[in-house]
């Protein structure tokens, strides 16, 4: 049976010392995001492409994940198109691919995405209202670079939120952007503007796995990239402040501000346990994010980060130089292989357990050997952690 559901502290990478799951009665539960570039340039094209099992692109994606095995897995810019879910499953996931075994996913989770949907505003002064950089989140159609959640474990819908109509401006202290021209601040945006534009690009999930008699929350994300726009940087700000919103919602009296979809209030409480994860589009040190942007997450009180990392990084960092000679974060953590010139490799993609949850294993899959054909999948990759679940 399968259902499609529609609407700090820091740790050596690699494996990590714990107890066994046999004696503490736990399970070992893998988590992972991967940003797949699944994305289409025109509405209906993905299902178009995924209803023969014969698409490069997503046959390769398909392998990644195979070769990876996670449990629950977020997929990065998946147009949002839910024929398209059952389709990657039938025709990509379910069957093997170049000698992977093939993986199924009973459960799936997918929702609506800001990307778009036009706001009715000039939101980059360019004279326009009607292109996808007037969208609440940018894109040439809507839906386009959504979001899915596939899991092996029961998703509890009746308790899933989302946060695609959260405005920015209901956001304590929000990072507005501010216009250069002007000595006001905060006000590239009108009032009229703040009135109506979303925080999320894409949209925020809280996404209840159960395992066992434990709940996890998966709570993915796709934060706008911090680029594309001018001194004012729009999109820098509005990066920072998606970020934070996750850090607010997972500590203990910063969320008291959050309403989701239905009107409930109020972010996770300290007896529950979470798993952040998405394309966070932040370096710690290098790229074009506000700095600290990416570090709200990082030195959150509850969070975990188990710094997963590959070799794979290291040598394409070498081997194709340019600003990745000047980067200051080391690049085994990068998941993220774009331009050489500008911004060069990053750490873009988190997979973030709470505490409560013991992370005992992380990777980025970056591989070097003959299975480096799967590195042009995308030009982000896979990242995973393995992580003990009570099972109570």
């Known amino acids: 049976m399968r259902l499609l559901l529609l609407p700090v502290v820091a740790l050596a990478a690699g494996v990590l010392a714990a107890p ?23 509405a209906g094209q993905l299902v178009a492409d995924l209803s023969t099992p014969d698409n490069a692109q997503a046959r390769e994606v398909a392998e990644v994940i195979q070769r990876n095995r996670p449990d629950v897995l977020l997929i990065n810019e998946f147009d949002y198109a839910p024929a398209a879910v059952d389709l990657f499953r039938d ?5 093997g691919q170049n000698g992977a075994r093939a993986i199924d996913y009973p459960y ?12 009715g505003f000039d939101l980059d002064r ?16 809507e839906g386009q670079y959504g979001m899915l959640v596939l899991s092996k474990y029961p998703i509890d819908t009746r308790h899933a939120r989302t946060f695609q109509n959260f405005l920015w401006k209901d956001m304590p202290n929000a990072m507005l952007p501010d216009d250069p021209a002007t000595p006001a601040a905060k006000d590239w945006y009108s009032p009229e503007v703040l009135d109506v534009l979303r925080l999320s690009s894409k949209s925020h999930w809280d996404v209840p796995v159960r395992v066992g008699r434990e709940t996890v929350h998966f709570l993915v994300s796709h934060p706008t990239p911090p680029t594309f726009d001018g001194a004012e ?20 009296g910063k969320g008291r501000y959050i309403y989701d979809d239905e009107g409930r209030r109020g972010g996770l409480n300290p007896s529950q346990k979470f798993v952040v994860a998405g394309d966070q589009n ?26 997963p990392g590959s070799e794979g990084g290291v040598l394409a960092a070498q081997t194709q130089g340019g600003a990745n000679l000047t980067h200051r974060s080391d690049p085994y953590h990068d ?12 750490r873009a ?9 013991w992370p005992v294993h992380s990777a980025v899959y970056w591989p070097t050997d003959e299975l480096s054909r799967l590195n042009d999948a995308s030009d982000h990759h896979l990242v995973r952690v393995d992580v003990l679940v009570s099972r109570r």
Do not use: K
Request: hydrophobic fraction near 35%; glycine fraction near 10%.
């Open 91 to 95: 025709n990509y996931l379910e069957r």
């Open 349 to 357: 993609d988190y997979v973030l357990p709470s505490r409560g949850l």
């Open 108 to 119: 799936a989770f997918i929702a609506p995405s800001n990307t778009g949907v036009l706001t």
């Open 282 to 307: 932040s370096d710690p040190l290098d790229g074009d994010s506000v700095p600290g942007s990416i570090q709200q997450l990082l030195n959150a009180r509850r969070v975990i980060d188990p710094r």
């Open 335 to 346: 998941t993220a292989d774009f331009n050489d010139n500008a911004p060069g490799n990053l």
């Open 126 to 141: 360019n004279g326009s209202t009607n292109t996808g950089n007037d969208a609440h989140g940018f894109g040439l159609f």
């Open 233 to 252: 940087d729009r999109n820098g700000t509005r990066n920072h402040d998606e970020i934070r919103f996750w850090a607010d919602y997972v500590t203990p």
């Open 20 to 42: 066994s799951a046999q004696a503490t009665g736990t399970e070992t539960v893998r988590f992972a995001t991967f940003n797949a570039s699944l994305n289409r340039g025109a």
